[in-house]
């Protein structure tokens, strides 16, 4: 969704067509790749590291957040949260349907928490959130930095269904200095008005919707295809790597299931 407005980074994408269904998964050897990558950059001169700043987002979700509701978690628990160790294992995943333009959606991705608690009713809406962290807005600079992270943090609540995102504002040495809680749905319209206007929420579904129409006349039949854009290109690549089957990405026992219920469908 961000490559109107991003052509800094680079991605990969695995893609298979079962049952007339495209199913997509990250390429988690490029993922690794990239990291590493990151991880191997000397920071900045009188910066920090890429792990400490890391550790710096997950010591904010560990403050941030409980186990269970208020009522039911113990002052013990609620006042040891700053002695307790980081996990960035601990997560929630939303499995949501959707659509863009003409296609239609099954997504999961991780979400870091809930804001209350989550209803008994499975077709009532989840109240999620996310947290963020970013440094201090000082200058027109650091301006435009902030808007191209809330690109980041826009499509990814936008997709999920999270109507909430709690930003931490940090100094340059990891130092918490406000919260700013954002509304999902109206992050577009602020950039537009009241930022720089650095990029464009319509344009961005706009450029998905017909995206993934073109994807869905492209990866037709057998075999697995890598959906891939370098880094500073505006040209996403689409090529067939394997001539059958599904790779890794559809698991025999989905593959069983779904071949399952077309047969009770079609009896």
């Known amino acids: 969704m961000s490559t109107p407005f991003d052509n800094m980074n680079g991605f990969e994408m695995n893609a298979t067509c079962f049952q007339g269904t495209i199913f997509i998964e990250e390429n988690h050897a490029y993922g690794l790749e990239r ?3 990151q991880q191997a950059q000397p920071p900045r001169f009188g910066g ?5 700043m ?5 010591k904010f979700e560990t403050l941030s ?4 509701t208020w009522d039911a978690t113990s ?3 609620i006042d040891n949260r700053e002695n307790e160790i980081v996990n960035n294992h601990a997560q929630y995943c939303s499995v949501v349907r959707t659509g863009i333009g003409k296609a239609k959606m099954v997504i999961g991705g991780e979400v870091d928490a809930v804001w209350d608690s989550k209803p008994k009713d499975r077709d009532e809406p ?3 959130v996310e947290l963020k962290t970013s440094q201090e807005v000082q200058n027109d600079r650091d301006m435009m930095k902030f808007e191209r992270k809330l690109l980041k943090f826009w499509i990814q ?3 999920l269904g999270v109507p909430r995102i709690i930003v931490g504002f940090r100094s340059k040495d990891g130092i918490l200095k406000r919260l700013e809680e954002l509304e999902t749905k109206s992050i577009p319209g602020n950039v537009k008005r009241k930022g720089k206007g650095t990029w464009d929420g319509n344009l961005c579904i706009n450029f998905t919707s017909a995206f993934l129409d073109w994807l869905k006349q492209t990866i037709t039949g057998e075999g697995v295809w890598r959906i891939s854009r370098r880094e500073r290109s505006p040209v996403i690549e689409v090529v067939r790597v394997e001539e059958s089957g599904v790779g890794q990405i559809v698991t025999p026992e ?5 071949q399952q219920l077309a047969s009770r469908e079609n009896s």
């Open 157 to 159: 609540s936008f997709l």
């Open 75 to 77: 002052r013990e628990e």
């Open 48 to 52: 920090h590291s890429q792990d400490m």
């Open 65 to 68: 957040l409980i186990s269970n």
């Open 254 to 258: 989905f593959m069983e299931w779904r």
């Open 126 to 128: 989840i109240n999620w």
């Open 35 to 37: 990291w590493r990558s």
């Open 54 to 58: 890391s550790y710096w987002g997950y």
